[in-house]
């Protein structure tokens, strides 16, 4: 057949899909072109299924990726011609982007068209027209400042992003450099995917940088790429990210890696208010408030300095008020970390138009085969429900036989073998239902951490575990993300929060960071055969899929592993 290649993978189709056959010899190149333009959908075993879609095209863009590249790519792994609409429609989605500008000059915040049927198109929405001033002129409109955030989310949603080069404030000075060394006397140095991650972001000072997500894999160093865009900037910062550990590690890192002062670091958190030139505080105090009708007071902090960053530490957990705030900050410097842009709430447009466009997004693959982060073998463990359960989970309704198949008690025999099999390596056992993180830990005698779990308990033991006084720690979901525990190697993933492959990337990133000898983890989940559990596995699964990584599947029951 003409225009037939048998060794290509793809399989690109009028709806915009695309299927990918893994066996080709072919599936890593192209996999590898396809996560810079294209948003994996589902991953069976033989094929996957991929979507371009106007958001991942413009993200893209924003990323110097063009449309001619994205159908050059497609053409060259696609075992059949590219149908002529979907080359059309990929270069329409991305002449898209950048149609509507917004530019400041002594005028004002101006909205301007690149062609008179546009600015017509985009008066008459009903979504923007509300958010438009005076008409200026055939192409342009004057914009309220302070309704910036709110018109590039609406252009967003009808589909013509906004360029934002309106510019930022500077913000209150803060001179400050990264240093060559540690305290601890260690060589410090960026390596060459965090400069350049940095370099994208800040576009050497100009309109077009200073807002946007930086993607890199857990272990990769996101912290130090925020760091070195700090110290590009030279200005005040606000951090704002997960949790009180989060909170302290970042602070660590700030003195160990830069010439910031400790009187010059301050953390604002429920036990903390101390807010200096870099300030570094939780989305849980700054969304907090005493009635479900009150306001939100911690918000106050985003006026309490003439901030000239806000970095937003694992973006994709960005709660919906500081969204809304977030919306009146567009004239502050804005850096969205995160190891997915995946969001379970659907939300990747508003993190697009507030935050930003992402600006580098290095595959996780390609990084582990350069050893900056760990290996990782990645094997599912399917266990029998026990036939006393059978029965109470035939009848429960879908919540429920989610939480009894995640709490089989066969899990502790699995638990045990797979810590005997690796009885050197440092291990976490990871789960969702404290009283079944209780039971396994118990009988093992492992420390256990949650979300009760006072925060000085919670420090003295990730510190006894770092320094390797204690090998196995139990943790809940406390611990997916920003905690830096670089010597875990092994994790046993026993319940999840059902299909979530956020989470995925956050638990299998807990044990990438680089190690010092043999650069190899191993990332366990145990699920219960033929129920919801192993269904809501497979969709996590997506996330391992989408980064390139194989997971083999072993019988439970009998304990069979292949070799790990």
């Known amino acids: 057949m003409t225009g037939y290649h048998t060794d290509n993978p793809l399989i690109v189709q009028g709806d915009h899909t695309i299927l990918v056959e893994v066996a080709s010899p072919r599936y890593t190149d192209a996999r ?48 059949y011609p590219v149908p002529a609409h979907v080359a059309v429609e990929i270069r329409d989605f991305a002449s898209r982007y950048g149609r509507m500008r917004l530019l400041r000059d002594e005028r004002g915040l101006i909205l301007q068209a690149n062609d008179s049927p546009l600015a017509e198109e985009v008066s008459r929405s009903k979504h923007v027209a509300p958010l438009l001033q005076e008409r200026l ?60 991650a940095a370099d994208a972001f800040h576009a050497s000072g100009s309109d077009r940088g200073g807002s946007g997500v930086i993607a890199l894999p857990c272990g990769a160093g996101k912290t130090i790429v925020g760091m070195a865009c700090m110290a590009a900037l030279q200005s005040s910062t606000l951090i704002l990210t997960t949790s009180v550990t989060a909170v302290r590690q970042w602070m660590r890192e700030l003195l ?59 973006v994709h957990l960005l709660p919906a008020p500081i969204f809304r705030i977030t919306a009146g900050l567009q004239a502050r410097r804005r850096l969205g970390l995160t190891a997915t842009l995946v969001r379970e709430d659907g939300r990747e447009d508003d993190v697009f138009a507030l935050i930003g466009p992402k600006k580098a997004d290095v595959p996780w693959k390609v990084l582990e085969n ?45 638990v045990r073998e797979i810590l005997a099999r690796h009885p050197d390596e440092p291990a976490l056992l990871i789960g969702m239902y404290l009283d ?11 420390p256990v951490i949650t979300g009760a779990t006072p925060q000085y308990t919670r420090d003295k033991l990730y510190a006894d575990f770092r320094e390797g006084r204690i090998r196995v720690l139990a943790v809940s979901k406390v611990a997916n993300f920003a905690v830096d525990l670089p010597e ?26 680089p190690k010092a000898a043999r650069n190899q983890a191993h990332f366990y989940t145990v699920v219960s055969r033929d129920t919801v559990e192993q269904d809501f596995a497979l969709k996590r699964q997506l996330f391992l899929c989408e980064q390139g990584y194989a997971y083999s599947i072993v019988d439970g029951e009998e304990l069979a592993f292949h070799s790990p």
Not at 144 to 158: D, H, N
Not at 160 to 169: I, L, N, Q, R
Not at 489 to 508: K, Y
């Open 256 to 314: 160990d890696k830069t010439t910031l002062l400790d009187y010059q670091v301050g953390e604002y958190s429920g036990l903390v208010k101390d807010v200096q030139p870099v300030t570094v505080s939780t989305y849980q105090i700054m969304t907090w408030r005493g009635r479900t009708d009150s306001d939100f007071p911690h918000l106050a902090l985003f006026d309490r300095r003439n901030w000239g960053l806000i970095i937003y530490d694992e």
């Open 436 to 446: 079944q993180l209780k039971a396994l830990a118990e009988p093992l005698g492992l």
């Open 32 to 79: 590898d072109q396809l996560v810079r333009f294209a948003e994996l959908v589902k991953a069976p075993e033989h094929v996957h299924t991929y979507r371009v879609t106007p958001l991942s095209v413009w993200n893209a863009c924003a990323a110097g990726v063009s449309a001619a590249e994205i159908i050059a790519a497609l053409q060259e792994f696609s075992k």
């Open 488 to 513: 875990a190697s092994l994790a046993i993933q026993v319940s999840g929060t059902f299909g979530s492959r956020q989470e995925e990337a956050q638990r299998l990133g807990r044990i990438l960071r």
């Open 370 to 414: 350069q050893g900056w982060i760990a290996t990782a073998n990645c094997t599912e463990v399917r266990l029998p429900m026990p036939e006393e359960l059978r029965m109470p989970y035939a009848v429960a309704d879908a919540r429920a036989k989610f939480r009894i198949a995640s709490e089989n008690p066969l899990k502790i025999v699995s």
């Open 137 to 196: 002129s055939a192409l342009e409109f004057r914009v309220a400042p302070a309704a910036r955030g709110e018109i590039k989310q609406a252009l967003v949603k009808i589909g013509f992003p906004a360029e934002d080069v309106a510019g930022y404030t500077t913000g209150e000075a803060l001179s400050f450099s990264l240093r060559d060394t540690t305290l601890g006397g260690e060589s410090f140095g960026l390596r060459p995917y965090q400069q350049d």
